[in-house]
Every structure is written in structure tokens, then in C-alpha cells.
């Protein structure tokens, strides 16, 4: 497994950019697809965005698409997630994950590493 740390959370106004990065201990990171879930109180981890592994194609949920942007750099063996247009139902604990495959998945149960969470506020 591959040890993750997320940050770059925290709290905005309606509008607003925060960039989640996802720091990957190890060297196998290049190996990794890679995956950013969210979960809001009370309700179930959702998807976010992932992207796979060498191709670097990527996969964006409807609710953030256009306004959210997955990208890593296996240079600094580190994921971003680029969020812009924040909404309030943006609101929510995001985790990156990692999954041993050059394909990545919207399915929570395909990844095997998690990071601990960072906490995206978005006031109106």
C-alpha cells in the first residue's frame, strides 16, 4: 500500500478555488491509479474525480464536472484537485485513495489506500 496525506481544505465563500493536493509516500505511486471521494455529514462517501494511471485519463462526477479538475505529478509524486465555482453543497470531507491498476474506478471499494481527510467548507 501507498501512505497518503491530503491538504490544502478549508473555507471559502459561494465562488471560491481551493487545490486539494494528496502527498503519496513510496515509490510506487507511478504505479497507482488514483481517486478523490468526498463525504458530507450524514450522507454516504461519494465520487469525485479519478484518474488513471499512466494515461492520465480521467474521470469526473456530473455534480463537479467543469468545475473541478484532477491532475497529479509523479514528479512530486502528488495529486491536485483543482476546485473552482465552489458551491455550498461542495461542503464536505475529502479523501484521495489509491488503487494498485492503470485503470481507475468511481467505486470507493476499488482503492485500497486512504488518505485521512481535509475539510472543504463553502459558506453562502
Known amino acids: 500500500q501507498v501512505q497518503l496525506a491530503e491538504s490544502g481544505g478549508g473555507s471559502v465563500q459561494t465562488g471560491g478555488s481551493l487545490r486539494l493536493s494528496c502527498a503519496a509516500s513510496?515509490?510506487?505511486?507511478?504505479?497507482?491509479?488514483m481517486g478523490w471521494f468526498r463525504q458530507a455529514p450524514g450522507k454516504e462517501r461519494e465520487f469525485v474525480a479519478a484518474?488513471?494511471?499512466?494515461?492520465?485519463?480521467?474521470l469526473v462526477a456530473n455534480s463537479v464536472r467543469g468545475r473541478f479538475t484532477i491532475f497529479r505529478d509523479y514528479t512530486k509524486n502528488t495529486l491536485y484537485l483543482q476546485m473552482n465555482s465552489l458551491k455550498p453543497e461542495d461542503t464536505a470531507v475529502y479523501y484521495c485513495?489509491?488503487?494498485?491498476?492503470?485503470?481507475?474506478?468511481?467505486?470507493?471499494?476499488?482503492?485500497?489506500?486512504w488518505g485521512q481527510g481535509t475539510q472543504v467548507t463553502v459558506s453562502s
Open positions: 484518474i488513471d494511471q499512466g494515461s492520465g485519463t480521467t
Open positions: 513510496g515509490r510506487t505511486f507511478s504505479t497507482y491509479s
Open positions: 485513495a489509491a488503487r494498485p491498476s492503470s485503470i481507475s474506478s468511481m467505486y470507493s471499494k476499488d482503492y485500497d489506500s
